[in-house]
T-cell receptor
Framework: GAVVSQHPSWVICKSGTSVKIECRSLDFQATTMFWYRQFPKQSLMLMATSNEGSKATYEQGVEKDKFLINHASLTLSTLTVTSAHPEDSSFYIC?????????FGSGTQLSVL | AQTVTQSQPEMSVQEAETVTLSCTYDTSESDYYLFWYKQPPSRQMILVIRQEAYKQQNATENRFSVNFQKAAKSFSLKISDSQLGDAAMYFCAYSPARPQKLVFGQGTRLTINP
């Protein structure tokens, strides 16, 4: 099956710093990728849809200036959490869409001190 | 807006028995997909089963099957011969026909008792 690699799997940062999370489709091209956020013991909430070569589409309530998404190639989308604060601590998961199927990355646990 | 509701926060079942997880959804679309995902402690999202709304036949994958009631907007998951490895969070999810943007339910934590 198709593989989506998400890196890093775990990151700790200081409040006020920025963190970049990468999502790569290893053996297929993904014109569309999705970024989700999951708080402890809660469900996944869609943050944004990332389309290759164009601006991301953010869901209502998601700050586009805080969560910068770049989909520069057909195999890579990045999520940058800018000026991170403790309330941004969460599990972030990406998924990539191809041939009417979705494939998930393994997720990134972000902890902001 | 589409919504997905899982009314059972927790379920438990004896090993080798059968358990059914409930899911209802709301949409005005006629063409869409429904999914059940498993999330073990590793938090990797694992696709269990998928149903296309235009198909009347219920999807099955080995010990996993669904009861898809389109008119009632219900999509339950039946796990037969439960195994210890089935213990996980289970999420029901909805997606429009394209581009596969998922709306998740709240999840059901399934415990398997040996």
């Amino acid at each position: 099956g198709a593989v989506v690699s998400q890196h890093p799997s775990w990151v700790i940062c200081k409040s006020g710093t920025s963190v970049k999370i990468e999502c790569r489709s290893l053996d297929f091209q993904a014109t569309t990728m999705f970024w989700y956020r999951q708080f402890p013991k809660q469900s996944l909430m869609l943050m944004a849809t990332s389309n290759e070569g164009s601006k991301a589409t953010y869901e209502q309530g998601v700050e586009k200036d805080k969560f910068l998404i770049n989909h520069a190639s057909l195999t890579l989308s990045t999520l940058t959490v800018t000026s991170a604060h403790p309330e941004d601590s969460s599990f972030y998961i990406c998924s990539a869409y191809t041939n009417e199927k979705l494939f998930f990355g393994s997720g990134t646990q972000l902890s902001v001190l | 807006a589409q919504t997905v509701t899982q009314s059972q926060p927790e379920m438990s079942v004896q090993e080798a028995e059968t358990v059914t997880l409930s899911c209802t959804y709301d949409t005005s679309e006629s063409d869409y997909y429904l999914f059940w995902y498993k999330q073990p402690p590793s938090r990797q999202m694992i696709l269990v089963i998928r149903q296309e709304a235009y198909k009347q036949q219920n999807a099955t994958e080995n010990r996993f099957s669904v009861n898809f009631q389109k008119a009632a907007k219900s999509f339950s998951l039946k796990i037969s011969d439960s195994q210890l490895g089935d213990a996980a969070m289970y999420f029901c999810a909805y997606s429009p026909a394209r581009p596969q943007k998922l709306v998740f339910g709240q999840g059901t934590r399934l415990t398997i008792n040996p």
